[in-house]
């Protein structure tokens, strides 16, 4: 379902670089990419969500070769396909938890906001313990709500594929493992492969196969 190989990419006003010989995640596979400060993690997962384009090399996902993307198209794709958790966690401080955990289905026409959409939503919320601050606004959260938030948002359109960038970061040992179970347990139940960058030792042991960038190369 994910597949790169020789792909290459590198920041026009720096020096970093980073190189990817091959790297390949089936179904249902649970990958937690790790490595030093600045190695290229976070580069890396915005590769592969479609983020950043490889100067060369492919990187396929779900069958698409997004170099051969347009950005709409990509853009597209991360909406209707892929689930996001990123460090920042880009929600809307002017409408409340569940319209941020449902902004997909308002950000494209091809996804139908239904009912049975939001019931997904507040059942995810209620899953990470955000049941009861539905209503509140983002400022009335704390950053771990938040991120919370974020991880209902990129399951609520029950996506093909979960990328995440340190998703249980700002959380306590109890909500970590509550954000973590809901992942492990979309993937298991749906198939998503779930790629995530972590310095976390004990969510990394819950990983089937750790990949450390630096070995990629």
Avoid: W
Avoid at 58 to 77: C, F, H, K, M, Y
């Amino acid at each position: 379902m994910i597949a790169v190989r020789e792909a290459e990419f590198a920041y026009p006003e720096g020096g970093f670089h980073l190189r990817v010989r091959e790297l390949a995640v089936g179904e249902k596979e649970s990958v937690a990419i790790t490595g030093s400060s600045g190695s290229g993690k976070t580069t890396l997962i915005n590769l592969l969500a479609g983020l950043l384009v490889p100067d060369s090399g492919n990187i396929n996902v779900l069958g698409l070769d997004l170099a051969g993307l347009a950005a709409e198209d990509r853009q597209d794709l991360r909406i209707l396909k892929l689930g996001l958790v990123f460090q920042e966690f880009e929600l809307l401080e002017y409408i409340d938890v569940l319209d941020n955990i449902l902004l997909p289905y308002r950000i494209t026409p091809v996804l139908t906001l239904e009912a049975t959409a939001r019931e997904r939503a507040m059942s995810l919320a209620r899953e990470v313990g955000l049941g009861d601050k539905l209503q509140r606004l983002p400022g009335q959260l704390s950053q771990g709500e938040r991120q919370r938030v974020a991880v209902c948002r990129a399951l609520v359109t029950r996506p093909a594929v979960i990328f995440g960038d340190e998703p249980t970061g700002n959380l306590d040992a109890r909500n970590r493992d509550h954000v973590a179970d809901a992942l492990f347990s979309y993937s298991e139940q749906t198939g998503a492969p779930l790629v995530v960058v972590s310095h976390d030792p004990e969510l990394v042991s819950r990983f089937a196969r750790r990949v450390d960038v630096a070995e990629l190369a």
